[in-house]
């Protein structure tokens, strides 16, 4: 779990029950700014935290939608962290860390494609042919959709 994901939950009620496939359900805290006439009493309100670093939260009962998934907190995430009740500094907290992190993924990642595999040569057996010498057979089409699928 990353930083920023753990400073997001940390502000999820403590009733907040988890299911087996990963999300944390509440009550939603929006259902009344979106127009609804009660509070949501029924846990409808859920969060959803993936290995990759990223966030979502939907409501089953207002249809309250927001994804986080790398760098700046979306003006949506920010209106339901104030719902759940964090204060401006601790979300400047937050979206300090996001951007924070989010340069460093990018550095990483930039460094990561800059790298050139070295391929190595490799004998082909005598009955090999050329790509532009091989009859359209399935097996044949399948393997260049399998190559340009790889992006090779």
């Not at 400073?7 to 299911?19: D, L």
């Not at 805290?29 to 959803?48: E, V, Y």
């Not at 962290?81 to 204060?87: S, V």
């Not at 500094?89 to 924070?100: F, H, S």
């Amino acid at each position: 779990m990353t930083i920023v994901q753990e400073k997001v939950r940390s502000f999820i009620p403590f009733k907040a029950k988890s299911s087996p496939g990963g999300w944390i359900s509440h009550n939603c805290p929006m259902c009344m700014s979106l127009g609804h006439k009660r509070a949501d009493t029924k846990g409808r309100g859920g969060w959803r935290f993936n290995q990759d670093g990223a966030i979502g939260y939907n409501c089953f009962n207002c249809g309250f939608k927001t994804v986080y998934k790398s760098g700046k907190l979306n003006p949506k995430l920010v209106k339901l962290l104030k719902a759940l009740g964090a204060q401006k500094q601790e979300i400047d907290d937050i979206q300090l860390t996001a951007i924070r992190t989010s340069d460093l993924v990018k550095t990483a990642w930039q460094e990561k494609t800059t790298t050139v595999d070295e391929w190595k040569e490799v004998i082909l057996p005598g009955s090999a042919k050329k790509i532009n010498e091989c009859d359209a057979t399935e097996n044949f089409v399948e393997a260049v959709k399998y190559i340009a699928d790889r992006k090779l």
